[in-house]
Structure formats: C-alpha cells, structure tokens
C-alpha cells in the first residue's frame, strides 16, 4: 500500500522560500506527483506536478529525487496569501503492474505566512 | 469556461438515511474522482470514473457507491448513513485519469448526519 508523510505545519514569513516535503513509498511507476492548494471552504487547487527531477512553473518548483520516494514543492518569496493547507497527491502502484491504483493524498501541511 | 459544480452544497440527513451527491465535470473532461475530507482523516479517496466505467476504488465500504454517466457527470452514494459519514464530499474532473492530467476539484458538498 502507498504511504505518504508530510509535516503537520510549517511557520513562515512574508519574502522567504518556504520547501515542503511529502515522503511517498509504493506509488505507481508510471504516473506524476502532484501538488494542491487549499484555503478554508474551497476545492483544492492544482500547484504543480512531476515525474522526476525538477519543474518549475510561475508559482512553484518540484523537486523529485530519481527513486521517487519523495517530492519537495518549493514556494519562492512567500506571501500572507500563501497562507494555506499543501497536499501532495501520488497514485498507488498495483503489485506486478505499473498502472496508478487508487489516489493518495498526503496529510496536507498547513503553511502559515506570518509578516 | 465554467468549473466543477456540486449540488447540493450543503446537506443534512439523519442516521440510516440514504443520499445521493452530483457532480457535473467540465466541459470535456471524461475523468471523475470522487474524494471524503474530515478534520480527522484528510482528504480520502472513494473512487474514480472514466467512461462510464469504475477504475478504481479506495478503502470505503460497500454503502459508498457511484456512477457515471454518459455525459461524464457522475453520482455518488452513500446508503444506511452513519454519523461518522459526516464530511466535505468532494469531486474532480481532468481530461483523463492519471495525475499527469490536472485534477479540476469542485466546491464540494457539505454532508451532515444527525
């Protein structure tokens, strides 16, 4: 069975990079490691995603080591509306295959942008 | 273009009562995932759709069940409610299934079982 980890909170303040890591064993071989966003009362919403090394978009990198067994969303120059809940989301491998089986969220960590 | 909708938004049922959630996906997309959000579990996976056909089922037990349409929407249901079932339901919808596709979520529904 997969399995994530990721930290409960993080505390930052305004202007600083903030790095979130989300720990992830037994996911599909073949599939992405995606990030969410979620504020209070709201869908959550894509950030970026990978299959290895690093993205980048205009909001966030993805760090992905070449066993992918893990994956750090980097934020840059964080702002008090970044304040928020960040999952990762991993498919699980099937034993013998390397379809994506059910979806996994990580346990979300709470970012908290202070002034 | 128009988004993920989810009605109803909010709900409250009473123990043993059965209820039945919508979604309709964007336009296009043929993939649709279902997700359960508690304070105490997180976000869980219930199952995902992708024409008309179930591919995929997470740790719920047989009460939750769905479907999904022609169209692509999708219904999802839960029989014999607990209290325990009390939670934001939430869906997606993406091009196709797999993560390499963005998942759209929906402003969910919020279920409560008295």
């Known amino acids: 069975l997969a399995k994530t980890t990721q930290p409960i909170s993080m505390d930052s303040y305004e202007g600083q990079e903030v790095n979130i890591t989300c720990s992830h064993n037994?996911?599909?071989?073949?599939?992405?490691i995606t990030w969410y966003q979620q504020f209070p009362s709201q869908g959550p919403r894509f950030i970026i995603q990978?299959?290895?090394t690093k993205v980048t978009n205009e909001v966030a990198s993805l760090f992905i080591p070449a066993d992918r067994k893990s994956s750090t969303l980097s934020l840059p120059r964080v702002s008090l509306s970044d304040t928020a809940v960040y999952y990762c989301?991993?498919?699980?491998?099937?034993?013998?295959?390397?379809?994506?089986?059910?979806?996994?969220f990580g346990q979300g960590t709470t970012l908290q942008v202070k002034p | 273009k128009a988004g993920v909708t989810q009605t109803p938004r909010y709900l409250i049922k009473t123990r043993g009562q059965q209820v039945t959630l919508s979604c309709s996906p964007i336009?296009?997309?043929?993939?649709v995932s279902w997700y359960q959000q508690t304070p105490g579990q997180g976000l869980q996976f219930l199952f995902e759709?992708?024409?008309?056909?179930?591919?995929n089922k997470g740790n719920f037990p047989g009460r939750f069940s769905g479907r999904q349409f022609s169209n692509s929407r999708s219904e999802m249901n839960v029989s014999t409610l607990e209290l325990g079932d009390s939670a934001l339901y939430l869906c997606?919808?993406?091009?196709?299934?797999?993560?390499?596709?963005?998942?759209?979520f929906g402003p969910g529904t919020r279920l409560t079982v008295t």
């Open positions: 989301l991993v498919g699980e491998g099937h034993h013998g295959s390397s379809n994506t089986g059910k979806l996994i």
């Open positions: 336009s296009g997309h043929r993939s």
């Open positions: 759709y992708f024409s008309e056909t179930q591919r």
């Open positions: 037994n996911i599909a071989t073949n599939d992405y």
């Open positions: 990978g299959y290895k």
């Open positions: 997606a919808s993406s091009l196709a299934p797999g993560l390499a596709y963005e998942q759209y």
